[in-house]
Each structure stands twice: as C-alpha cells, then as structure tokens.
C-alpha cells in the first residue's frame, strides 16, 4: 500500500516538474536613456535562449524557456547593458549610457521614407549638418565638394552642354547626348529651380543616392543619381531657440599659373611653323576679315614686304615676353569677400513644432561680380488630433546677380574660341589696349575712313559698357496630411506648388564692343559721296527676358512598417501626379537711352546688306513666345524584409508615364525596378572577429532612367512671319519621333560595410558596374519625306562603365578636442560601346577632350589627334 502512494506522488511530482519545465516564463522591460527618456528600437537579446526583440515606445515583452539567463541590451549611439534574469523576475528597467565612441545613428531620407542603414541594401552616403558647416560657400554646392567619394563637384561649369547646369555627377556618366545632371529632391519633391538658391544655413541632411537599389524609386529621372536636401524642422516640447551668424569670408586670386600651359614662346613657334607650312592662308584670304593672332598679322605682313626682317623679329621676340596671365592677376583679379547673415528661430510645444529663419548673403567675387541673396523660410508642423500629423511649409528666394570683369580663358578669338596666351591687354600707364577679338586689327583699324564706329575690343574696360543682371524668384509651399491608421500602418498626402521667374537684363551701351559692332556691321557707306545711314540706330542695345516655371506636384502614399521579435518587414507603395509648365518670352530694343526714355522701331522684315562682306541679313528684331508642358504619372512600390537581423532582402518597383514619349499609351509607360540583398557576417555565430565588430556585404542590381525634357515623340515648329512674304510660317526644329522612349541605366552594386572597436575606424568599400542602353543617338532617317535634315534622335546608343567607392573614416581624438579624418577614393572609367553617327568626321573628335567624344570602344571624354613623327 505505501508503495502504491510512494509512486502516485512521484508521479504528480514529474508531471509539476514537466509542466514547470515547459511553461515560458514572461519578461517585460523598458529601455531608457539615463535622464528616463524612453530610447525605442534598442535590440533585447535574451543570450542563452537566443531570442531577441525590439524594444517600442513602450518597452518590449519576451516569452524564454530557459531560465537563468543574460539580457544583452544594445543600440547605435549607446553603450551595450547586460542584465542577468533569473525565474523570479518578471520586469526590468534598464538605462543605457550615450557612448562618446558609437557610431551615431543615422537616418537615410530617400524623399519617400525614412529608414534605418539596417533596412536597406542600396548605396547611400548622409551629408549631416555638421559635415556641411565644415564647408564654407553661399549655396549648397560649395559646401558638397569634397565631403563624400563618388560625388564629383565641379568648379566651372560644362558650357558645351546645356543641361549640365549643376556641374554634379554622382558614379561619372550615364548617358551620351542627354541630361548629365543628377535628380535634386527637396524636401520629399523634385526640385524645379535653381539649386543655388537653397539656403545651405537651412539644410538639416543632404543623402547622396548612388545605386539602382537606391535611385529606382525615382523612376526615369534618376538615372545620374539623386539628391535628397532635408531642410530643418521644428521640435515638439522645445523652448524658443535662436540662432544668429554671421560670416565674413575672403577669397584669394586663383592662381593662374597652378595648370601648366604652352609658354608664349613656343607658341609663337608652333605659329611660325604652321604659317611656313599654310595652314592660315585660306584663313588670311578670307572675306570675313576673322581674326589671327598677332603674330600671324606680323608673319604675314613680313612676308608681303610691309615690315621688314629685323622689325618683324623685335615685334615676335617682345611678344614672346608676354604672358596674358601677368596683366590678368594684377589688373583683373582680385580678393573676393563674402559676407553672409543667418537667423533661425524654433520652438513647439505639445501638439505644435515650428522654425522660421532668413538669410542674406551679399559677395564681390574676384571679378567684381555681384551677387546678392536673401531667403525666407517657414515651416510648420501640427497635430490636429491622435494620430494625426499637418506640415505646412513656406519658401522664398530672391537672387540679384550682376556681371563682372571677363576671366582669362573668356578672351578668345571668335568663332574659333582659341586662348592667345600671349596677348597685351593693359599699358604701362594701366590703360585699356585693343586685343584680338572677332575681327583683323589691320581690318578694322582703315575700315570706313574714319565714318564707323571705334571698331577694336578693350576687354580691360568694356565690362563697364556692357551691363548684364539677372533676377531669379522662387516661391515653394508644401501641404502634408499624415495620419496612422493603425500601429503599423500610416497613410500620407502631400502637395507641393513651385514657381520660380527668372528676369534677364542685357544692356550694351554706345561705349560697349557689342553695339559698336553691330551698328559698324549693319552701317550703310557711301564712298563716293560719303552719306552714311545707320540701320542699327545709334543708341543702347536692350535685350529683355523672361522666364517662368510652374510645377505641382500630388502624391499620394500607405507606408507599413512591423517589427516581429527579431525579424522586421517594412513596404510602401503610393502614386503620384506631377505638371511642368514653362513660359519664356524674350525682346531686343534698339537705340536704348534711359534720359530720355525711348527706343527705335526696326522694320522686322526688311534685310539689309552687311559692311564685310555684303551679305544681306536680317536683324533680331522679333521677339518670341514659348511654352512648355510636361505631365507626369508614376506608381510606385518599395519593401524589405529583415530575417533575425542579419539577413535583409529589399526590392523597388516603378512605373513612370510622360506626355512627351511614345505613339500609344502603352508606349508612354515604362518599368523600373530594383532587387538587393543584405548579409550582416559578424551577427553569425562563427563570427569571432573582435577587431571589426560590424560587417556587412550589400549586392543589388536593378535600373533607373534619363529623360530629356527638351525632346518629344512629336514634332516640334517654331511659328513666326516671313520676311519676304509677311505671311506666317512654320519653322520645323524636330520631326515627329514616334519611337522615342526613356534612356535606361542599369547598374549592379557590391557594398562591403564595416566599423572597428568603439567605431574608431569605419567605413565601406564598393564595387558597381554601369550599362546604359537606349541612349540618345543620331541615327539617319529619310529626309525627302520632310526635307528637314539627314538625321533624327533616338534610342540608339548604349555605354558601360565600372567604378571603386572607398570611405573611410577614423576618429583619433574625440574629447574635448576631437579629430577626424576621412579618406575618400573613387575610380570610374566608362566607355561608348554603340554610336553610330553617319556625319563623323576626323576633326570633330580631334584635340576636343572637354567634352564628351562618343566613339565605340573608347572612353567618353577621349583626347584624340593625329598621328605624327619624325
């Protein structure tokens, strides 16, 4: 009998212990910071159960089997906090510490969303606010240089493309013929204007978007890269904060002499030797009178017997005594200032959070340019009710610039742009002398018999003679409703409105080269009686413009973002509508003077014969009208997956449709799209490496687009009247191209991330490979259909490139005194792999390496020349 008991309770005794054995034991937690503030999405790794979570706003919960055990807290920018658990505790609090050795934790803003580096697979840098204001400058291009590898910020701008307007390129080249300038987004929208009238004082981030992975939610317009400017917001629970700076900054000379240059002796050489072997003899027969050099004009007049041996030898040897750059850096050139004022105020309370700011820069540059700035900006964020969140954002621009002094490589001959390097531009006594310019010095100088006008280029002075201002306003609003419909998903609308008038003022008085010139061009002699008639009135030459550019911009958007234990998924998809719309009109007036006002009327369709040759021209006389509208329509999608925080699969879908491509509707649509995945190496157990604590490999692969807003699947005419019939005509500038579609930039990308003990070194390496296909190229069509051309633009071309992105960054003091260095290195080489252009010609390719050269099998900016030997 005692036996049968003994055994019932060590039967209920294992069935207690089983139970207890089996049953999860609930952990519940909060993460704080060590002033109490909440710090959400720290990581809660439970050791020995090997189960980890994200702790929330509200702390975080864990179900473990296995107790006693360690809590290893962690999280960016703090130090790790472990906590031994045991099967009594049921609740913790836990208080990290801000480590002055973490890597801060950065956000990436793609103009989307904004997500954290563990989210995404893309190529990225973050630009922050610090980093900017180590840079100096008035606009944001100055403070871009040099802050990130990959990112390449010219100093002059590529005045042999009209789209390159920014002088940016992010990985080198993507196209051939179209845009070069990479996507600006400004605060979440395509920034329309003028990137040199955003504020820098007002940027908060700047993201510098590189690969397909990244760029592809763009669409057809990313394929140069893109730029995402976050300007500063206002903070909820902040008391009123007042900035104020002001900076004064001055600007040196350039040095002319750092790039090496030709002496003006041996180019005086090379001269004489082309001169003996003809080259300028059909040159110096010319009617056009073009201008030589001045030791041409002394090569030729020796050899017609007008000087003789020995003074054509002094005139060369006191020639080759000059240098151009002499007379530039010391009557050119000077000091520039800088002088720039900055306010920002902000503040918010409970449910409101607002900053307001201006700013106003006022600079000479080295050539007595000016250039006056002011900009106002207020934004506003409020929470109407739970959950719900209003951004209302205003922005001003007003930009006033006025020409200076020419710089050195301005002074050319025209229309051969060739730089004398060895021409005389002040005298001793520091007054102006007449240079080479347009026309023959021995032509101008007997020209008329003393009946034109002074027909010489005085380049020292005629800047004061030649008035050139532009006036650019931008005005941007921002409208954004954002409300969470539930604790993982949130819905957005946003609007934006742009406008931006550009104003241009040319005014060349009766003093200027320019007016000179066209009134001696168009003047009517009689040599035998005298009489001279000025078709050209005697007067200033006024030339008006305008230019408008309105854009709106909807989009509407769902963003769902869930974290599961360990795992984290995250996707949005949305749509969007957008409208360009630009208007321009231009006007020449003739025989300006401003006391009194007044002008002459030309007769629009009458042409005159000209002074030089005789050839009979018209006169710009007639304004134009221009309008242009660009609609847009896109849907969009983007998501990732993150498996137990080490794996991340990521991916991006676009659909973009344009007025402007296309016969059919279905022509009009095209597909975008890019796939990534993500490896976090040193959160695998086999991984022991202690000196690189942080490791990451990144592949992506996908494709963006190009899209030149100036061409069209229609044809293009420009409507005016006829000057010999007075009858309106149309005027075909591009036949209809019903196959033109976007240019594609496919791009494979492979990121190597990682950072040392305390972040002291860290960095990333990365390898991509570009393929552009369907450029734009010139290909024949049949011009007797339309008698307009031989050729037409289309999608034919196509290049490849590769590229090495290396950052890294290592901080070797951060105390009180901090510092820190960074190594960028970037390599890109890409080639044309298809052009086919049926006009080539040898010396449309040769000695012309500042632009882009397409020829198969070569780099894009290629310097080729002839052959040559002993």
């Known amino acids: 009998m005692k036996l049968k008991q003994y055994l019932l309770l060590f039967a209920l005794y294992s069935t207690v212990i089983v139970r207890a054995q089996n049953q999860k034991q609930i952990i519940t937690g909060t993460v704080t910071s060590e002033s109490g503030t909440v710090i959400p999405d720290a990581t809660v790794l439970a050791i020995k159960n090997n189960i980890s979570v994200i702790s929330g706003k509200k702390g975080f919960h864990l179900e473990l089997l296995s107790l006693p055990d360690t809590l290893l807290i962690t999280k960016v920018g703090y130090k790790p906090a472990k906590i031994a658990i045991s099967s009594t505790t049921t609740n913790i609090k836990c208080h990290l510490e801000e480590s002055q050795n973490e890597l801060e934790e950065v956000t990436i803003n793609t103009g989307y969303e904004q997500i954290k580096p563990n989210q995404t697979n893309g190529s990225y840098t973050v630009i922050s606010n610090e980093l900017l204001n180590e840079q100096t400058g008035p606009n944001i291009l100055d403070r871009l240089k040099g802050v990130t590898s990959s990112l390449l910020v010219s100093t002059e701008k590529n005045l042999t493309n009209p789209q390159n307007t920014t002088n940016i390129s992010i990985r080198g080249l993507s196209t051939i013929n179209g845009p070069l300038d990479p996507l600006i987004v400004l605060d979440n929208f395509i920034y329309e204007g003028d990137i040199n009238n955003i504020n820098p004082n007002d940027v908060e981030s700047v993201t510098v978007l590189k690969d397909a992975a990244a760029t592809s939610i763009w669409g057809a317009r990313a394929g140069n890269g893109v730029i995402v400017i976050t300007t500063k917001k206002g903070k909820f629970n902040q008391k009123l904060k007042v900035d104020f700076s002001s900076t004064y900054t001055i600007t040196n000379k350039p040095d002319l002499y750092y790039n090496k240059q030709i002496s003006s ?81 902000s503040g918010g309370s409970d449910n409101l959070a607002w900053v307001i700011s201006g700013n106003y820069n006022k600079s000479v540059g080295n050539l007595r340019n000016k250039d006056d700035k002011v900009n106002l900006r207020f934004d506003n964020t409020y929470k109407p009710f739970k959950n719900a969140q209003l951004n209302v954002g205003l922005y001003y621009s007003n930009t006033l610039t006025t020409n200076g002094m020419p710089s050195y490589e301005t002074i050319t001959t025209i229309p051969t742009l060739i730089q004398i390097p060895y021409l005389n531009l002040v005298d001793e006594d520091g007054q102006a002398v007449a240079t080479t310019h347009v026309l023959r010095p021995g032509y101008t100088d007997t020209a008329g018999a003393g009946y034109l006008k002074d027909w010489n280029y005085y380049p020292y002075t005629d800047w004061q003679h030649y008035l050139q201002k532009n006036r650019t306003e931008d005005y941007t609003a921002n409208l954004g409703f954002q409300y969470k419909i539930y604790k993982d998903i949130n819905i957005s609308f946003k609007y934006q409105y742009q406008k931006q008038n550009i104003d241009y003022h040319r005014l060349g008085d009766t003093l200027s080269y320019y007016t000179r010139d066209l009134i001696n061009r168009y003047t009517q002699l009689d040599r035998a009686t005298g009489n001279i008639e000025y078709i050209v009135p005697v007067g200033g030459i006024l030339y008006k413009g305008q230019a408008e550019i309105n854009s709106q911009n909807f989009r509407g958007q769902i963003n769902y973002n869930h974290h599961f234990g360990a795992d984290h998924i995250s996707f949005l998809f949305g749509a969007e509508v957008r409208q360009v719309q630009t208007n321009g009109s231009d006007q020449f007036y003739y025989g300006y003077t401003e006391n009194p006002l007044r002008i002459v009327t030309i007769n629009p369709n009458l042409s005159y014969p000209t002074f030089i040759t005789g050839a009979t021209r018209g006169l710009n006389t007639q304004g134009q009208i221009t309008k242009t509208t660009n609609r847009f329509i896109s849907l969009f999608a983007n998501g990732s997956y993150s498996l137990k925080q080490k794996y991340i699969l990521s991916g991006s879908l676009r659909r973009d449709g344009s007025n402007i491509f296309g016969a059919s509707t279905n022509d009009k649509w095209t597909p975008l799209w890019s796939i990534g995945t993500g490896w976090i190496i040193s959160k695998e157990t086999f991984y022991k490496n202690q000196l690189l604590p942080y490791l990451k490999l990144a592949v992506t692969y996908g494709v963006s687009g190009n899209v030149d807003l100036s061409k069209t699947a229609q044809a293009i005419a420009a409507s005016s009247n006829s000057r010999l019939t007075q009858l309106p005509v149309l005027d075909i500038n591009q036949i209809n191209n019903p196959s033109l579609q976007w240019e594609q930039s496919y791009q494979t990308n492979v990121r190597l991330e990682f950072s040392s003990i305390n972040n002291a070194l860290n960095g990333s390496i990365e390898y991509y490979h570009k393929k552009g296909v369907n450029l734009y190229g010139a290909t024949p069509y049949d011009y007797s259909a339309t008698g307009r051309g031989t050729t037409i633009t289309k999608n034919v071309a196509n290049m490849a490139g590769n590229g090495i992105d290396i950052i890294l960054n290592s901080t ?59």
Request: aromatic share 14%.
């Open 265 to 345: 002796s041996d180019y005086i050489d090379f001269e004489q030797f082309l001169f003996n072997n003809g080259y300028y003899n059909t040159k110096l027969k010319s009617k056009s009178m073009t201008a030589l050099s001045p030791a041409v004009e002394i090569f030729n007049k020796r050899r017609e017997g007008k000087i003789s041996a020995e003074d054509s030898a002094n005139q060369i040897n006191a020639l080759k005594q000059i240098d151009s750059r002499d007379q530039f850096t010391k009557y050119f050139y000077r000091k520039g200032l800088l002088q720039q004022y900055a306010l920002n105020l």
């Open 812 to 870: 070797l003091i951060k105390k009180k005194i901090q510092w820190k260095s960074t190594l960028l290195v970037s390599y890109n080489l890409a080639k044309t792999t298809k052009y086919n252009d049926p006009n080539n010609t040898i010396s449309a390719y040769v000695a012309k390496p500042y632009r882009i050269n397409p020829v198969a099998g070569q780099p894009l900016y290629t310097m080729i020349a002839y052959k040559w030997g002993d």
